[in-house]
């Protein structure tokens, strides 16, 4: 083999190892390139894994929020029948305790405060008497009704399915000139709690009618209280709630 042949054997292995080595450069920069985006990717974490979700990544610490259940509360149906110009209103029922009960089961009822206006009362005892447009109201220093509760104590432990609620306060228009449900405060979500430890979070709809939460699962127990978490505002800083009904198996 001539000195000429050799030079050009020599030159090709050079070129096929230079390409080869330029190989293997791109390589480890594609490698590279590949974990930084894989490091920079936005991670969205669902609310239901237990960390809030965060568009620019995932939080660092899990919530630890306490597992209540959602409920949605329905309307009545024709619960017009319980609309105060239809039942009118007289200031009179306020100036003492409720005669009559709508359910005897239940021995007691119990809140956080009432709000004494005048000689009126708005005592708990009116959300569970045969009269819709009467209404309990807490007092100060929660009288807007954000941390205010109504506690009902029954005879005997039993089962509950779920309840009625009218979470405002039922005026008569003619009086007014105007209908002022809206115009004092309405229950928008409350949490009730059991003897056993249930704890059941509700929401209502900002609307003037008779509403109802069925529980997913009955509960057994001789008390419930409803604690306010949140309330729809109106013009005035009064919360009223005008009836309560238990709903038992």
């Known amino acids: 083999m001539d000195e000429n042949s050799r030079f050009k054997i020599i030159v090709s292995f050079m070129a096929i190892f230079a390409l080869l080595l330029v190989a293997v450069i791109v390589l480890l920069v594609i490698t590279q390139d590949n974990g930084k985006n ?58 003492g305790k409720p005669v009559s009960t709508n359910d005897p089961r239940i021995i007691d009822i119990s809140s956080s405060g009432t709000l004494y206006r005048s000689n009126r009362i708005y005592s708990p005892e009116f959300v569970n008497d045969l009269d819709y447009t009467t209404w309990w109201s807490p007092a100060q220093p929660v009288k807007n009704g954000v941390g205010s509760w109504l506690k009902f104590t029954l005879d005997q432990k039993r089962t509950i399915k779920g309840f009625k609620i009218y ?63 949140e309330v729809y505002t109106g013009i005035w800083d009064d919360l009223c709630i005008g009836h309560i009904e238990l709903i038992y198996k």
């Open 38 to 95: 894989q490091n920079n990717k936005t991670e969205i974490i669902k609310p239901e894994d237990g960390i809030l979700a965060n568009e620019q990544g995932p939080a660092s610490v899990p919530s630890k929020r306490p597992q209540l259940s959602d409920i949605e509360a329905s309307i009545v149906p024709n619960s017009e029948l319980y609309q105060p110009a239809v039942l009118g209103y007289d200031e009179a029922m306020f100036t």
């Open 167 to 229: 979470p405002g306060g039922h005026y008569n228009p003619a009086k007014y000139g105007v209908d002022l449900y809206f115009n004092n405060n309405r229950v928008a979500m409350l949490v009730i709690t059991s003897d056993g430890g249930d704890s059941i979070k509700c929401h209502f709809p900002d609307m003037h009618a008779m509403q109802q939460i069925m529980f997913d699962k009955p509960i057994n127990t001789k008390t419930l209280t409803f604690s306010i978490k």
